[in-house]
């Protein structure tokens, strides 16, 4: 961390940052345009900057973020955290669209379970039935 003069990558950076599991996976997400740099769509090569505004979609979420800091290695969760800051209204939403996700959930399948002997029966008496 601190490596303020050195240029880093945004798969690079994301990756370190842990919003990713792979780099490759950081490159696919700025290619397919799900990340944004100050409004803008970058490539995988755009180098990051401290103060930089990133907008991150993943799934349903999207982080808003602004660059504290820039690291070229992965640590750990809380040493990665420590490079970014999430904005209050990006915290807000994401928490709003985690409460309605949970209420929205689909109900249970409730399964009795394999058909016994007797339903497997019912069932071939009733498939095999000629019209």
């Known amino acids: 961390m601190g490596e303020q003069d050195e240029p880093i990558r945004i798969d690079k950076w994301l990756w370190a940052a842990r919003f990713f599991k792979t780099r490759s996976l950081a490159a696919e997400s700025v290619s397919g345009g799900k990340i944004q740099i100050n409004g803008d769509r970058p490539k995988p090569s755009r180098v990051v900057r401290v103060g930089d505004r990133l907008t991150i979609r993943r799934g349903p979420y999207e982080w808003t973020i602004i660059v504290k800091d820039v ?19 990006s915290l807000a939403k994401r928490a709003a669209l985690a409460a309605q996700m949970k209420l929205d959930h689909a109900p249970d399948y409730d399964s009795a379970g394999r058909p016994s002997k007797k339903d497997r029966r019912a069932i071939r008496r009733f498939t095999k039935r000629t019209w």
Not at 71 to 82: E, L, T, V
């Open 71 to 89: 690291s070229c290695i992965r640590g750990p969760a809380p040493q990665a955290q420590q490079l970014y800051e999430e904005t209050v209204e």
